[in-house]
């Protein structure tokens, strides 16, 4: 049977952290973080689960290791990189959205996701999930998932108003994953506005290419948490009873540790954590800043908005 795998795909910084550990939370999935981080930041370089340790001595992660490839030194690194560089970057996208089934770009994408694939099903005999969570967001990844891999996807596609999302990508952030102190990387509104459009424009039309996608703002998400999880069940298949929700009231989520990859500093917090909107770009971002997002991003800004 092919693995279920809800991907959250979507712009960094749009939520797409906290939707992949409220998944986590449900009982019969279990939550990888960013799968899309594992191969470099987590193995070669070195960086942290969100249980404390090594990702490469995570007891977790060292038994899907096993189980996919034979344990991780026996993982071809050189080969995962080489095919990544060749197919997971926006500029292949086109090519990945034209769906050809014969040509170069298929096999890459193929060979590519089968990695992802291998991790999904090992990940899923490790916990005795049913479903899981990967929360790597771009869109070239979804692509390849999506319409060249073995697997059951499910898309979830969490939208944030671009303005926030621009104010958001100015901000420094340390992340708590890295051993080094390292901070997530910062961009300029103009290319935030360029990224958010290009990112949400591929997500959307990999739904209209078959892939089952199920769409969200993450103002609309912040508003009414319970009842967005409850659609995101439906949405994948489970069936969760009331019990199993109350760790998720409309303000606040009580979450437990995990063994998850990536994301931002609130990807390790456990424990009562507060579900509020962010919206201080509304008072912060500088108005030549917020004109030239609003007009860049105006068309899809305007529809995301109407819901
Ligand atoms: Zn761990």
Not at 284 to 305: C, I, K, N, Q
């Amino acid at each position: 049977m092919q693995p279920r795998v809800i991907f959250v795909g979507g712009v960094s910084r749009s939520g797409t952290t906290l939707l992949h550990r409220l998944l986590g939370q449900l009982p019969g999935v279990v939550s990888l973080g960013e799968v899309s981080n594992l191969w470099e930041t987590g193995l070669k370089n070195g960086d942290l689960c969100t249980c404390g340790e090594l990702i490469s001595s995570c007891v977790f992660w060292k038994e899907i290791g096993e189980r996919a490839f034979g344990g991780w030194g026996a993982l071809d690194l050189h080969e995962m990189e080489r095919l990544r560089g060749t197919i997971d970057r926006v500029r292949f996208l086109p090519a990945l959205l034209k769906g050809k089934r014969s040509d170069a770009v298929q096999q890459k994408a193929a060979a590519y996701a089968s990695y992802y694939a291998k991790i999904y099903a090992a990940a899923l005999e490790v916990s005795g999930a049913r479903v899981v969570v990967d929360s790597s967001k771009r869109a070239s990844l979804a692509c390849c998932l999506g319409m060249y891999a073995d697997i059951d996807l499910k898309l979830v596609h969490i939208i944030r108003d671009s303005r926030g999302v621009a104010y958001s990508c100015t901000k420094h952030v340390l992340r708590v994953d890295s051993v080094g102190g390292a901070t997530l990387g910062t961009a300029s509104p103009m290319d935030t506005s360029l990224n958010w459009i290009v990112q949400n424009l591929a997500l959307e039309i990999l739904g209209r290419k078959g892939v089952s996608t199920h769409m969200l703002t993450y103002e609309r998400f912040i508003d009414d948490p319970v009842g967005l999880l409850r659609e995101l069940i439906s949405f994948a298949g489970l069936s969760v009873d009331e019990p199993a929700m109350r760790f998720l009231s409309d303000d606040h989520a009580v979450l437990d540790t995990g063994h998850s990859i990536g994301g931002n500093p609130m990807r390790a917090q456990t424990g009562r954590v507060s579900l509020r909107l962010d919206d201080v770009w509304r008072t912060h971002l500088p108005r030549s800043d917020r004109l030239l997002v609003s007009a860049l991003t105006y068309p899809l800004l305007r529809r995301y908005a109407r819901g």
